[in-house]
């Protein structure tokens, strides 16, 4: 069960620290990863961290301004997003995945467990 939080209201150029802490499982064998849908709109990749290499992938659009890391001790899974844009608001999701490859690790379909979202909103 993985359980996110850490979502909230901010202004442009601000910063947030999405966290996601899992239970019930052997977390540093698992790829882990955070996923965004805003109304209207799919659900759409956002990163990710591959357990087999700790590689860690982005979308285009946060390169540069978010960051994800993990602490296996804590199992738990960040996401720090700094100089947020209104265009970054949405639910945010926590997954996991037994994945480890980007093409596999940027697809919906390909994560397993999925966190109950935490709700981000950007203000102009």
């Known amino acids: 069960q993985l359980q996110a939080s850490g979502g909230g209201l901010v202004q442009s150029g601000g910063s947030l620290r999405l966290s996601c802490t899992g239970s019930?499982?052997?977390?540093?064998?698992?790829?882990m990863g955070w996923f965004r849908q805003a109304p209207g709109k799919e659900r759409e990749f956002v990163a990710a961290e591959s357990y087999r290499d700790r590689k860690t992938y982005y979308r285009d659009s946060v390169k540069g301004r978010f960051s994800i890391s993990r602490n296996n001790a804590r199992d738990t899974v960040y996401l720090q997003m700094n100089n947020l844009e209104p265009g970054d608001t949405a639910v945010y999701y926590c997954?996991?995945?037994?994945?480890?490859?980007?093409?596999?690790?940027?697809?919906?379909?390909?994560?397993?467990?999925w966190g109950q979202g935490t709700l981000v909103t950007v203000s102009s």
């Open positions: 019930g499982r052997a977390f540093r064998i698992y790829s």
């Open positions: 997954a996991a995945s037994g994945y480890y490859s980007y093409s596999d690790l940027t697809s919906a379909v390909k994560w397993t467990d």
